[in-house]
Each structure stands twice: as structure tokens, then as C-alpha cells.
């Protein structure tokens, strides 16, 4: 089970982190004061969202991410389906 179910509130999530707003929302590229009012209630919008399920939700740190590494996940998941699995499931368990 996923620590965090949905993105319907960030503060929730920025307050179980146990982050400030400058540290929470500065990882994804947006301002404190921005923020802030999505923490009070402003919508944000998808890229956001996404963002922050990515770096908050499933821990992912955007500045080791690189095209190539992209490109060689995709080539693996579909030239070599089981030995992606096999891969997925051992980094899980991890």
C-alpha cells in the first residue's frame, strides 16, 4: 500500500513529510508562495500534480533522471518483457 492514496490535499502530504513549504514545493520547481495556495485550495494543474506525486509520492529524484536512462526502460519493457519484470520485481524488494 502506497503511503499516500491521492494528491487531494498537499499539505496532508507536505506535513506527513514532515517539510516546510519552501523545502516541499521547491523540489518541484514551484515557490513557496505558490505554493501556498495550492495548499489553500487553488487547483493544480496536472504537470504539478504529477510532480509532486513523483517526487513526494513515489520518491523519485528528478536530478538523477536522464533521457537515455528513459529510452533504455522503454527498450528493455518491450524487447525483453520478462527480464523487465524480473528486474522490476527485484527493485521492489529492495
Known amino acids: 500500500m502506497k503511503l499516500f492514496e491521492e494528491i487531494s490535499n498537499p ?3 507536505r506535513r506527513k513529510l514532515g517539510l516546510n513549504q519552501h523545502d516541499f514545493w521547491s523540489k518541484v520547481g514551484v515557490t ?3 505554493g501556498s495556495r495550492y495548499e489553500s485550495g487553488r487547483n493544480m494543474p496536472r504537470p504539478v500534480r504529477e510532480l509532486v506525486r513523483l517526487v513526494h509520492i513515489e ?6 533522471i536522464r533521457k537515455d536512462d528513459l529510452i533504455v526502460a522503454g527498450l528493455l519493457k ?3 518483457p520478462d527480464l523487465y ?3 522490476k520485481k527485484a ?3 529492495k
Open 11 to 13: 499539505r496532508d502530504i
Open 32 to 34: 513557496q508562495s505558490g
Open 91 to 93: 527493485a521492489k524488494s
Open 59 to 64: 520518491q523519485i529524484d528528478l536530478t538523477k
Open 85 to 87: 519484470k524480473s528486474l
Open 78 to 80: 518491450t524487447e525483453n
